[in-house]
């Protein structure tokens, strides 16, 4: 992606080993400012050890990074007053009621007594937990916590928010109500930089992404450049009759390509940039007396693209210990 605008974080070979292991190996960012960034790999991949490293949380072995204009090594204090982190686990008090929690935070960070109780209620409003505000934390959601975690990140908005995993577990419902966050935030100027494991995550919401693999950065673009870059589009067809699927990818292979028989008995694809083409294969179909469910014909997903670059699925990472604690 085009990064004319301002960097708001700009790294240069990060590296951080525990013991025998290497977590991160070299990874180089470069974040604009107002924008959702994606780094985007597997568990252990080396993310939250690179989240950690440009929150100044620990430091790295080697190499360089600024945040906000601040080096991460020698200007803590100042990336600490400008970002927020929201972790894979919620951070709040489970024995506070939301809104106390809240005004908590408000208070430590500096507002006054009304202030803080005048922002806990615009952010309970906003993230839509009002009516649950004075309920103890231990009894949220899942989808709750999670809101109620990010709206304590905001209680004074960073210019730059570290999302960690922020739908881990979440119900489709929940996850979709982050996603809203995340866009409003950078609605309202916040750089926002997404790890996620969650290829859809990154393409609804990331204007570049970085894809991280065994601590290296192995591509990087925006979502629809990583897609071209590792082949065409393909025709995806998923048949009535399950049992017929060897037929009908004879007569696919015959009229358009290659077929690769997907995971659903009744499902096929077959490489494919050419629309004509694939309208050949799904009318080949057609007069064989093969009945088509659905078919469709795009871009290769994130899941292919991963497979591609790495050569592995994105669920078959060994984890490194990423986890250690500073």
């Not at 969650?198 to 609804?204: G, N, P």
């Not at 591509?219 to 025709?235: F, Y």
């Not at 497979?307 to 994105?314: C, F």
Request: net charge negative.
């Amino acid at each position: 992606m085009s990064t004319h605008a301002p960097l708001a974080i700009e790294a240069t070979g990060l590296e951080k080993s525990f013991g025998d292991t290497r977590a991160v190996q070299g990874v180089d960012l470069a974040v604009p400012e107002g924008s959702i960034y994606g780094v985007l790999g597997p568990n252990g991949a080396g993310k939250t050890t690179t989240i950690r490293m440009l929150a100044t949380l620990i430091p790295p072995d080697a190499g360089t990074a600024r945040v906000l204009g601040h080096d991460i090594r020698t200007e803590g204090d100042a990336v600490r007053s400008e970002v927020s982190l929201t972790g894979q686990l919620a951070s709040v008090d489970e024995e506070l009621t939301g809104r106390e929690n809240l005004i908590l935070l408000g208070r430590l960070l500096g507002l006054s007594r009304a202030g803080a109780r005048g922002r806990a209620d615009e952010l309970l409003e906003a993230f839509g937990i009002a009516e649950a505000s004075g309920r103890l934390v231990k009894h949220f959601s899942g989808g709750m916590r999670r809101r109620l975690d990010i709206a304590a990140s905001i209680v004074v908005t960073p210019r730059l928010m570290f999302l960690d995993e922020p739908t881990t577990g979440l119900d489709p419902r929940s996850r979709g109500q982050v996603w809203e966050i995340a866009r409003a935030l950078q609605a309202g100027g916040t750089t926002i930089l997404l790890c996620t494991q969650y290829l859809e995550e990154a393409d609804q919401l990331a204007d570049g992404i970085a894809v991280i693999d065994r601590g290296r950065v192995i591509a990087e673009g925006t979502p629809g450049q990583l897609k071209a870059s590792v082949g065409t589009g393909g025709l995806h067809v998923r048949l009535l009759e399950a049992e017929r699927r060897g037929e009908a990818a004879t007569i696919l292979e015959r009229a358009v390509g290659t077929v690769a028989l997907e995971p659903d008995p009744a499902a096929l694809s077959v490489s494919c940039a050419d629309a004509a083409r694939a309208a050949d294969g799904v009318s080949a179909l057609t007069r064989a007396g093969i009945g088509i469910a659905e078919f469709a014909l795009g871009q290769p997903s994130l899941d292919e693209v991963f497979l591609a670059l790495t050569g592995h699925a994105a669920d078959e990472t060994e984890p490194t210990l990423e986890e250690q604690p500073s």
